[in-house]
């Protein structure tokens, strides 16, 4: 069964989605099955991915007001084993639109549910909000992972994210878990990254990546190209850091199996 991980911060520009873009084609590079659905309605993952917006009619849109179905708004991206559900900024009006409709907030959920075995992993970018869209994501995922900037401020907000999440498993979805923090933009050539750092691990009871996405150029650029880092710099130090990433994701997931399997045969 796929395993969806919502990627949010309520915080813009804090790489999310960087984040989604790379670690769903990495996932992919290693031979995983990936869906991406972009719910910002900036529609970010959805070019960077290869995807172009304004012919676009099949979209996270249409799929959540209910004018469109799941297998139409699966579309190729340039990655093998990837495709992506777009978003465009239509998207942006759903908010009001979806006022009054009945469960709203598992809409997502919903349409998903009944593709979800065909992939290995479900990755979604998430806007800069804990609006609906946002809950959404968070109904339809088994996890959260958050990015935090390396920045003086990177706890501000936290507090209140980590609140919605725990809202939202008591209310929504009672096996939504924080799949983790992941550092971006890690600056070597500066004391404050390494001092942030440090100040999150032993601030935050949460799990944290031991890959650190560095601050790298190439990352900036690949998403005018239309490419995941993985196919535009696949050398790149960015590279590198979402392939770890991916290995790590992967291997917590192949580390919950085995404990499942340890507690069936301790039965
Ligand atoms: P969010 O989705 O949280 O708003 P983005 O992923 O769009 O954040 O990143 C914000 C900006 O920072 C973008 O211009 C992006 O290209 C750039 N960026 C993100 N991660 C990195 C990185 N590791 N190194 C350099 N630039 C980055
Ligand atoms: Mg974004």
């Known amino acids: 069964m796929g395993k969806t991980i919502a990627v949010a911060n309520q915080k813009g520009g804090v790489g999310k989605t960087t984040t989604a873009i790379n670690l769903a084609a990495c996932l992919a590079e290693k ?6 659905i972009d719910i910002d309605p ?3 993952t959805t070019s960077g991915l290869g995807i172009n917006k304004a012919s676009l009619e099949n979209t996270v849109y249409e799929l959540m007001i209910g004018e469109s179905n799941v297998e139409k708004c699966i ?5 093998p084993n ?7 900024v239509n998207l942006a009006g759903a908010e009001i639109e979806l006022i009054g409709i009945e469960d709203k907030e598992y809409i997502l959920k919903k349409h998903i549910n009944p593709i979800k075995d065909f992939f290995d992993y479900i990755i979604i970018d998430c806007p800069p909000s804990l609006n609906t869209l946002t809950i959404n994501a968070m109904t339809t995922a088994d996890s959260v992972l958050v990015p935090i900037q390396c920045e003086y401020y ?13 809202l939202v498993k008591k209310r929504l979805n009672a096996s939504l878990e924080i799949e983790g923090v992941v550092f971006t933009m890690y600056d070597a050539r500066t004391n404050l990254s390494l001092q942030v750092v440090e100040n999150v691990r032993s601030n935050l009871e949460q799990n944290i990546y031991n890959s650190i996405i560095p601050r790298n150029v190439r990352l900036a650029e690949a998403p ?9 710099d696949p050398k790149s130090a960015g590279a590198d850091a979402y392939r770890d990433l991916a290995d790590e994701v992967i291997k917590q997931d192949m580390g919950n199996v085995e404990e499942e399997v340890s507690v069936q045969t301790n039965k």
């Open 31 to 36: 031979g995983m099955k990936v869906l991406t």
């Open 224 to 232: 005018s190209h239309g490419l995941p880092i993985s196919i535009y």
């Open 42 to 44: 900036q529609g970010n």
């Open 154 to 166: 990177a706890l501000e907000g936290l507090t209140q994210l980590i609140h919605t999440i725990n």
């Open 75 to 79: 579309h190729d991206s340039i990655v």
């Open 82 to 88: 990837l495709v992506v559900i777009p978003s465009d």
